[in-house]
């Protein structure tokens, strides 16, 4: 199952929806990108506003800020792109920040082995720089594509010494938090929630409701985050 397309229209995201065969609440999955059109950030905060509940992500603090700087120094705005921005509260829409507390990070990635922080830190660095001077809206896409079925690539990366401990912080642990927080919110009353997430970590949470929760992928369709 797809949660992110890259072709020569652009970058596209699944949007999926969800029932349960016995309980009456519903489910809209969003999963999101650090970088996209203003106007795909404009839609999907309008549609998730409109349900009862939205989960979302964010961690905030020094690290944080140092490991998403790519995005912020790619100077996108030549692209005629915009920074995930935050979704905004709402007056009867519970929004929840499914996420790691900035303490909870902070300490997880101090535990990670020197050179695998140094290595991310940098890395982050030197990307935003090289797509500030050579990016360009296809190289962006190129990037951005996740699908929930695990790669080669990614179980070699779960595998590497430096690569391992940072996903462990970046995406398990952030996986775990999120279904979690789903759980939390999850009740016998009709309601509707929307998660707003890294498309990164939309594959955990759609095992984690299809799964253990007992629901059930009712529509899917395409939203486009940015053309090329």
Known sequence: MQFLESSIVGLRTARHALTHPSLPTRVSLYPMVHVGDPAFYQRVHAEALSHDVVLCEGVSGQTARRLTRAYRWANVGRLGLMVQP????????????????????????????????????????????????????????????????????????????????????????????????????????????????GAGHMSALMRHLIARRGFRVRSSDWLTVFER
């Open 86 to 197: 935050a979704i905004s509260e709402s007056s009867g829409t519970r929004v929840v920040r499914a996420d790691l507390d900035s303490e909870e990070f902070e300490r997880l990635w101090a535990d990670a082995p020197f050179h695998t922080r140094l290595a991310f830190t940098l890395g982050s660095s030197g990307y935003g720089l090289w797509m500030s001077v050579a990016g360009s809206r296809a190289r962006l896409a190129e990037r951005l594509v996740v699908e929930d079925l695990a790669d080669r690539d990614d179980i070699y990366a779960r595998a590497d010494p430096v690569a391992g401990p940072a996903l462990d912080v970046l995406l398990s642990a952030r996986d775990a938090r999120l279904c979690a927080r789903f759980d939390d919110v999850l009740s016998d009353e009709d309601q509707s929630i929307a998660v707003l997430y």
